[in-house]
Nanobody, 130 residues
Framework: VQLQASGGGLVQNGGSLRLSCVAS????????MGWYRQAPGKQRELVAA??????????HYSDAVKGRFTISRDNAKNTVYLQMSSLKPEDTAVYYC??????????????????????WGKGTQVTVSS
């Protein structure tokens, strides 16, 4: 499966963006999916996860983005979205999508552990100016 993230850009502090992740080569509907980000000089981190619809489609967020970001999926379009609001300069990073653990999407496993694939695809840059 190939994952292509898009929708990033330059936005002012407090602004909004919606990221999209389109998959090709395989259907995403059976997978829990996540949005990850990597800021300069920092490790990649999971910020949002969504379970497959067949397991309830639950969502979970890191404390850093809870209440500001919303992850969703459209299985008909084989796409996962990340709606980002009230953006802050510390949200500046390259954002990627990848698979995640269903248990993470249910809040049962910490976001610190990585359960994705090696296939990261191309990320999308988000820059929030102060």
């Amino acid at each position: 499966v190939q994952l292509q993230a898009s929708g990033g850009g330059l936005v002012q502090n407090g602004g909004s963006l919606r990221l999209s992740c389109v998959a090709s080569g395989s259907a995403l509907n059976t997978y829990a999916m996540g949005w990850y980000r990597q800021a300069p000089g920092k490790q990649r981190e999971l910020v949002a996860a969504i379970a497959a619809i067949s397991t309830g489609g639950s969502t979970h967020y890191s404390d850093a983005v809870k209440g500001r970001f919303t992850i969703s999926r459209d299985n008909a379009k084989n796409t996962v979205y990340l709606q980002m609001s009230s953006l802050k300069p510390e949200d500046t990073a390259v954002y990627y999508c990848n698979t995640a653990s269903a248990a993470q999407a249910m809040g049962l496993l910490p976001f610190d552990n990585f359960y994705g694939s090696d296939n990261w695809g191309k990320g999308t840059q988000v820059t929030v100016s102060s």
